[in-house]
């Protein structure tokens, strides 16, 4: 059977102990600087060295509650009736996706147990059941601190020397990292004599970094540096730790887009969608709906004990008019919360709005852009992918899979609430013809959407058709001396090399792969290799419509490659990986 921990019961019974719990922190006087370099293993230098080094558990309060102990990867948990395995610190986000999905409900987690926990001391420990975690947690400070000091770590490495009580040095030790470090000082007894080769230095919580000579430096630097930052030991994953000052500046930089809006339980998002959001410094806010028309109102700010709180206050506005919660502040989102079934999200559009047409104008002309997604009315048309764009200075605009080459006129306009849009018109291909709205302006990558319809725009850069990139020259070399066969073609979870591996597949300098029997084409198509805006080696196949290869049509990763192999991978749909090999 399994054993779970219930995370909303352990939350009431943890806040109980918290609230019989105190804590009073100790005067701790510093060493004098003609204080002998060497110290006790007990002294308050060597305590504030272990506490920097101490292992910071509080990454992972959204499960355990309790920062002076850290899950180790890979472990399960049911949030809200969903099983997920938490691989990565990233993964930890899922959980807050899930809690954050339904903004009224009753959270619940729990943790399928038997799990491997890390202590402060780097000791790890396995945990059968709720009960033996809970007594572990129930140890942590109040209000989910531990004893670390986050505001200031080691540069490593690190060497020091220990000493008999006759102060004479018994040996020495170099450590490498904060586990190494702590267990070094886990093995000392409290009259252990130690010292430590200086100059140390040691990097603050802002990446500036200071150098230590002696133990009362080093003391010092320590004890000025460990209340200097929010070292977010709280429960309260949601928080994101802002002040008023912040959330006012953030609300006010830039103009905000609404992405849903529900009042009094009943969806208003289709009434409001893309509604545009001015807030100014002076308490005033603006609203422009899609036809451009201004609507005005106040907001101001206040701080709780809660959290913020954002009032606004409209004339035609009601569904807006209320003081709202700032649940969540996350990357280029704000969500507002109030009871009664009132929630609104929005998104940040810095860069959609109140740019110069011409940055995006200068931007698509420097180089060509590959198509990396378009879906037009509805349809993700998969026979453009790996086409390349290239704009003109006179409003010229020619699409081109490396054979047959489209023309068409280009425009950067805005629309009537003053976003960025790219206008396309191509006759004899429809399937890009259309008032594109900017939605992520980026020097390596353009994405052109809007969010929550049908159409779909997005441009990799591909600049002197990456002829500088020593990885992309070697990989087109190796395709370019073929012909391959296929190795292996995995789809869907399915191997399906079957009806692909008895043909010859032949890459050409123009861009153009062909199949072939007995050096006779059956098909053709695309291809090009390319290393993407996230830095990714890909290798576009595109191999168009009417044939049984469309099946092959992606924008594959390079994970392996070599003069002789060359093996891609893509997730689908699904979530698995798509595999496809290719020998010679």
């Not at 698509?364 to 290239?390: H, M, P, Q, T």
């Not at 073929?482 to 399915?494: E, I, K, S, T």
Request: proline share 2%; glycine share 6%; net charge negative.
């Amino acid at each position: 059977m399994k054993n779970v921990f219930k995370y909303a019961v352990f939350s009431l019974l943890f806040m109980a102990t918290l609230m019989v719990t105190s804590c009073q922190e100790e005067f701790e006087e510093l060493p004098q600087p003609d204080e002998q370099q060497t110290l006790m293993a007990s002294s308050t230098t060597a305590k504030l060295i272990e506490r920097t080094s101490t292992n910071d558990g509080s990454f992972d309060n959204i499960v355990d509650g309790a920062s002076c102990i850290a899950l180790n990867f890979p472990y399960t948990v049911e949030v809200n009736g969903i099983q997920i395995t938490i691989d990565s610190r990233e993964d930890l986000h899922l959980i807050e996706e899930i809690f954050d999905a339904i903004d009224d409900d009753i959270d619940l987690l729990e943790i399928i147990f038997p799990i491997t926990i890390t202590l402060g001391d780097f000791t790890q420990i396995v945990i059968n059941n709720k009960e033996e975690l809970r007594a572990l947690a129930e140890e942590c400070l109040e209000g989910g601190e531990d004893d670390d000091i986050e505001c200031i770590d080691f540069v490593y490495p690190i060497t020091l020397f220990t000493f008999d009580i006759n102060e004479q040095q018994t040996g020495s030790v170099t450590v490498n990292s904060d586990e190494e470090l702590r267990l070094f000082f886990k093995g000392l007894d409290d009259d252990d004599l130690i010292s430590i080769e200086f100059p140390v230095t040691l990097e603050l919580y802002d990446g500036t970094r200071v150098t230590v000579s002696s133990n009362a430096e080093l003391a010092t630097a320590i004890e000025s540096a460990k209340d200097a930052c929010d070292e977010d030991d709280d429960d309260d994953y949601n928080d994101d730790d802002f002040t008023l000052e912040r959330f006012n500046n953030l609300i006010t930089e830039c103009p905000w887009l609404v992405r849903e809006v529900q009042r009094d339980a009943i969806n208003q998002t289709d009434q409001y969608f893309e509604y545009l959001m001015n807030f100014t410094e002076d308490g005033g806010v603006t609203v422009k709906d899609r036809q451009g028309n201004v609507l005005n109102g106040f907001w101001n700010s206040r701080m709780t004990d809660h959290g913020i709180l954002l009032n606004l206050e409209f004339d035609v506005l009601v569904d807006f008019t209320l003081e709202w919660f700032v649940y969540e502040i996350e990357e280029g989102k704000i969500k507002l919360y109030a009871e009664g079934g009132n929630k609104i999200i929005l998104a940040n559009a810095c860069d959609v709005f109140n740019e110069d047409p011409n940055t995006l104008r200068e931007i698509l002309k420097e180089c060509a852009w590959v198509i990396k997604k378009v879906k037009n009315n509805g349809e993700e048309i998969d026979r453009l992918l790996g086409y390349k764009f290239s704009f003109g200075a006179n409003a010229e605009v020619t699409l081109s899979n490396g054979v047959n080459t489209s023309t068409g006129t280009w425009e950067i306009t805005t629309n009537a609430q003053g976003q960025l849009v790219m206008a396309i018109v191509m006759g004899d291909e429809p399937g890009v013809s259309f008032e594109w709205l900017l939605r992520d302006l980026n020097n390596k990558r353009l994405k052109f959407d809007i969010e929550g319809t049908a159409y779909e725009l997005l441009l990799e850069r591909h600049c002197n058709d990456n002829m500088e990139d020593d990885d992309v020259m070697e990989i087109r070399g190796f395709l370019l001396d073929g012909p391959w066969r296929m190795a292996q073609f995995v789809y869907d979870g399915n191997e399906s090399t079957a009806g692909y591996d008895e043909f010859d597949y032949v890459f050409s300098s123009n861009n153009v792969i062909t199949v072939e029997v007995n050096a006779d084409p059956i098909a053709g198509g695309l291809w090009r290799i390319i290393r993407d805006s996230e830095g990714t080696l890909r290798c576009y196949l595109n191999f168009g419509v009417g044939n049984n290869f469309i099946v092959l049509t992606n924008d594959w990763r390079i994970v392996e490659v070599s003069s002789t192999r060359i093996e891609l991978r893509k997730e689908n749909t699904g979530g698995a990986e798509d595999i496809l090999v290719f020998e010679k």
